[in-house]
Nanobody, 114 residues
Framework: QVQLVESGGGLVPPGGSLRLSCVAP????????MGWYRQAPGKQRELVATILTTDKTNVADSVKGRFTISRDNARNTVYLQMDSLKPEDTGVYYC????????WGQGIQVTVSS
């Protein structure tokens, strides 16, 4: 299990922006696929975006064009830039590291509401 530390959530009005950060241990960051998932109340956890060690990204259709995932290998950090937020983006966002098995962060709340 890899320790992942998330930050950057909060309350934002519709149309606003947030940036989530997730720091992973240096010795594993460059070897793992990193990603973000989210879980809305009463719903299953779903993929938001992933990024490979080659920087190739995969973004869910529901957030494509609004969310951007990136990674900074020097800082062992993966980011999720969220723009044009909608109320349906509300949920707990989880950082994920994958290399044969999943490791999860503790989750961070994002609330989009006026």
């Amino acid at each position: 299990q890899v320790q992942l530390v998330e930050s950057g959530g909060g309350l934002v009005p519709p149309g606003g922006s947030l940036r989530l950060s997730c720091v992973a241990p240096q010795n594993i960051f460059r070897l793992y696929r990193m990603g973000w998932y989210r879980q809305a109340p009463g719903k299953q956890r779903e993929l938001v975006a992933t990024i490979l060690t080659t920087d190739k990204t995969n973004v869910a259709d529901s957030v494509k064009g609004r969310f951007t995932i990136s990674r900074d290998n020097a800082r062992n950090t993966v980011y999720l830039q969220m723009d044009s937020l909608k109320p349906e983006d509300t949920g707990v966002y989880y950082c994920n590291a994958y290399r044969g098995y999943d490791s999860w962060g503790q989750g961070i709340q994002v609330t989009v509401s006026s």
